[in-house]
């Protein structure tokens, strides 16, 4: 059982942690850059896969900067995005909250919760908003196109996050993200698109549960 009730700040990702959206967000990518052709749509999600946590607005750069040939025509940067958040949206809207989240939040009453994520912020806040979860977060929910390690930064400095406090994520980012800024992590591996994630907590010593159900007492 890992102990966690003397954190003053629960910080949760929400792609794979909150929310099981990982696969919403790899096939909106997908979808987003099919009219590059196959390949070039694999290739992005290859890229967002290996990169996790990474902003869209980063990694739709990276697709067109430096995925597909030179000269290729199609949607341009904010005609991708566009594609993009609205496939989100439909999935982000239905998919699976994590059990337990509820009693969870009883249980850490004393502690601010925030989401810091690589989602759109303001997109977050609203999927947040009509899926009634917004107000177990006191903290805030932030996201991009503000990086993780930005938020954190500001945050900290801000007095909203306040130590000791927890990171809990799904990526290799969000591990660095927390190191970076002196918080704990837990990483949580039940719907995670990192395949190697047990060798890379193992090497790095981190503390891993496989859904957020399983800090509750």
């Known amino acids: 059982m890992i102990q966690f009730n003397h954190y003053k700040t629960l910080i949760f990702d929400c792609d794979g942690v909150i929310l099981n959206s990982n696969q919403?967000?790899?096939?909106?990518?997908?979808?987003?850059?099919?009219?590059?052709?196959?390949?070039?749509?694999?290739?992005?999600?290859?890229?967002?896969?290996?990169?996790?946590?990474?902003?869209?607005?980063?990694?739709?750069?990276?697709?067109?900067?430096?995925?597909?040939?030179?000269?290729?025509?199609?949607?341009?940067?904010?005609?991708?995005?566009?594609?993009?958040?609205?496939?989100?949206?439909?999935?982000?809207?239905?998919?699976?909250?994590?059990?337990?989240?509820?009693?969870?939040?009883?249980?850490?009453?004393?502690?601010?919760?925030?989401?810091v994520s690589g989602g759109d912020q303001n997109e977050l806040r609203d999927i947040f908003r009509q899926r009634g979860l917004d107000s177990l977060f006191n903290g805030g929910i932030f996201g991009s196109p503000d990086t993780k390690d930005h938020i954190l930064q500001r945050e900290l400095a801000e007095g909203n996050i306040q130590p000791p406090a927890l990171f809990l994520g799904d990526s290799q980012y969000d591990s660095q993200a927390a190191m970076a800024t002196g918080l704990d992590f837990v990483f949580i591996s039940g719907w995670t698109e990192f395949k190697g994630w047990q060798k890379y907590c193992r090497e790095h010593n981190l503390p891993h549960i496989k859904t957020l159900a399983h800090l509750l007492y």
Not at 62 to 68: A, P, R, T, Y
């Open 24 to 115: 919403v967000k790899t096939q909106a990518f997908y979808k987003a850059a099919l009219s590059y052709g196959q390949a070039a749509a694999e290739s992005l999600v290859n890229y967002h896969i290996q990169h996790g946590g990474i902003s869209r607005y980063r990694k739709f750069e990276v697709f067109l900067n430096q995925l597909i040939p030179p000269e290729t025509t199609g949607p341009n940067l904010d005609e991708l995005l566009a594609l993009y958040a609205e496939e989100v949206r439909r999935g982000l809207l239905t998919c699976e909250v994590a059990e337990g989240l509820a009693q969870l939040r009883q249980q850490t009453a004393s502690s601010r919760w925030l989401i």
